[in-house]
């Protein structure tokens, strides 16, 4: 019997403030890495409440979305890892609160730093992923999504056992 195939749905927070964007430096197999707050979904939360919590953990803030701003498809080869993964990111735009006290980073997270969009586009060989860079030009570009475009069915939390 075959089986399904499915990406690994990821979520990001683009946030932009006073013309700086907030990253995250991060260790990754093939060394520091520059990303959004970004994190793969849970089993059991919306994509609205992945992104909160990713960027809590990351970066120690609470994150408020407004709004979505796209969602991105990218493929990664590994093969020493023997790793071939898609993902599918929703990115989020939206603003954060001060760093909460004493509050650690996620393990990996080295720390959180605010870039411009150039600083960022000069820094290419360092993005974890091209979603990166597409997320701040499309923040940059204006494109912005209601937040209800992605529906969660309440049977998401309170599942309703089909016979």
Avoid at 142 to 155: M, Y
Wanted: one cysteine or more; a negative charge.
């Amino acid at each position: 019997m075959n089986q399904r195939w499915k990406p690994s749905v990821t979520v990001a927070a683009i946030i932009e403030s006073e013309g700086r964007f907030l990253l995250v430096e991060e260790e990754t197999p093939e060394g520091v890495r520059l990303n959004n707050p970004a994190g793969h979904l849970d089993a059991g939360e919306s994509l609205l409440q992945a992104v909160v919590r990713e960027t809590l953990e990351e970066t120690a803030r609470v994150f408020t979305p407004s709004a979505l701003l796209g969602v991105y498809m990218s493929r990664y080869v590994r093969s020493a890892r023997n790793e071939d993964v898609t993902y599918l990111r929703f990115a989020y735009c939206g603003t954060v609160g001060q760093a909460e006290p004493g509050r650690a980073l996620d393990t990996g997270i080295l720390r959180t730093v605010w870039m411009t969009a150039g600083e960022i586009r000069a820094a290419r060989e360092r993005h974890r992923s091209p979603a990166l860079q597409h997320g701040i030009d499309d923040f940059l570009r204006g494109k912005r999504h209601p937040l209800d475009a992605v529906f969660t069915d309440p049977g998401l939390y309170d599942p309703v056992e089909k016979s």
